[in-house]
Structure formats: structure tokens, C-alpha cells
């Protein structure tokens, strides 16, 4: 529970500090931000780790920049599922990828892990 609410949490956030910061990247409404943010959250709890196993050797051959790629990928995805989230160009969607990937570093680090 506590890594989809980090999860959502991050998403949320790195889709709205990319909203102000990346020129080409906007939102139609704050409900398109919470959904989209809450959507991304969801994948990459859910769906990420059992794409990130099928394509183990993808980024062993490719020293961990298909990983990249995932994330790329799955940001586009969420782009097209939500109509009010405009996403130009491969530019902006790798610094929204880099954004969202710092924000769920800070996020992680601001909340560890409890140790028992």
C-alpha cells in the first residue's frame, strides 16, 4: 500500500512540475493531472515489474537503457489514455521521464522504508 500511494504520489507531482517546467507538456484540467498521475502510479506498481522481467535481457544487452525506453513507453501510453494530457515531441517526453523518475527518487528517500 505505502509503494502505490509513494507511487501515485510521485506521479502526480512529477506530472505537474512537468506541466510548469517542460514547455511542450500540458493538462487540460487538474482532474486529467490527478487521474493521469494516479494511472502512472498504478503502473508502475502493477504492470512495470512484470514488463521489467520480460525484457531482462533487452536491458542486459543494452546496459539498462531499455529501461529507459520502458519508461518512455509507458508515459506515451498513459498520454494517449488521457485526451486532456498533450505530451509534443520525444524532447519533452524524456525530460518528463527524467522528472518523474527524480521525483520518485526524492519521494523514496523523503519516506524510507521502516526497518522492524
Known sequence: MRKLILQ????ILGFW???KFI??????????LLLAGLVLGLINVFIKPILKFLTTPLRILT????GLALNLGIIWLVGLF???MTIEGIAALFW?????????IVLHLLFPKKKK
Open 23 to 32: 514547455d511542450k507538456v500540458s493538462f487540460e484540467s487538474c482532474e486529467t
Open 17 to 19: 512540475l512537468a506541466s
Open 96 to 104: 518528463t521521464a527524467v522528472l518523474l523518475w527524480a521525483m520518485s
Open 8 to 11: 501515485a504520489a510521485s506521479g
Open 63 to 66: 546496459f539498462g537503457l531499455f
Open 82 to 84: 488521457f485526451r486532456g
